[in-house]
């Protein structure tokens, strides 16, 4: 029989500490960098959901402005609608440069600054 203060007993009693410690360890930083997801993604969201207003808001102005200017509202949303049509375009026919390239050099820089 072995003693329960034998040294074999207490390196076993440290390895099970330390195995401890990392996992708790490990979901503490879990934990962290979810809610830093979650937060970030939350903040995205209200900036799209106001910007989105805005522009809704901007839109309908300068289209009744143009409708005023050319005697025919339909034709101040119809010219505002071909310029959204326009960026549309533009920005399908770039998203890989513009918009892909940076969301995933954002994301490198992120998980760069968090190690």
């Given at each position: 029989?072995?003693?329960?203060?034998?040294?074999?007993?207490?390196?076993?009693?440290h390895?099970?500490?330390?195995?401890?410690a990392?996992?708790?360890?490990?979901?503490?930083?879990?934990?962290?960098?979810?809610?830093?997801?979650?937060?970030?993604?939350?903040?995205?969201?209200?900036?799209?959901?106001?910007?989105?207003?805005?522009?809704?808001?901007?839109?309908?102005?300068?289209?009744?402005?143009?409708?005023?200017?050319?005697?025919?509202?339909?034709?101040?949303?119809?010219?505002?609608?071909?310029?959204?049509?326009?960026?549309?375009?533009?920005?399908?026919?770039?998203?890989?440069?513009?918009?892909?390239?940076?969301?995933?050099?954002?994301?490198?820089?992120r998980?760069?600054?968090?190690?």
């Amino acid at each position: 029989m072995q003693e329960e203060d034998s040294p074999l007993n207490h390196l076993v009693q440290h390895v099970k500490q330390y195995v401890e410690a990392r996992i708790a360890l490990a979901k503490l930083d879990t934990a962290a960098g979810m809610s830093a997801a979650v937060s970030s993604l939350a903040k995205i969201a209200i900036l799209l959901l106001t910007a989105s207003i805005v522009i809704v808001f901007l839109s309908v102005g300068m289209a009744l402005l143009i409708g005023k200017q050319l005697g025919e509202p339909a034709l101040g949303y119809l010219c505002v609608a071909g310029f959204f049509l326009l960026v549309g375009i533009i920005l399908y026919a770039r998203h890989d440069k513009w918009i892909q390239l940076r969301i995933a050099n954002e994301v490198l820089k992120r998980l760069a600054n968090d190690k």
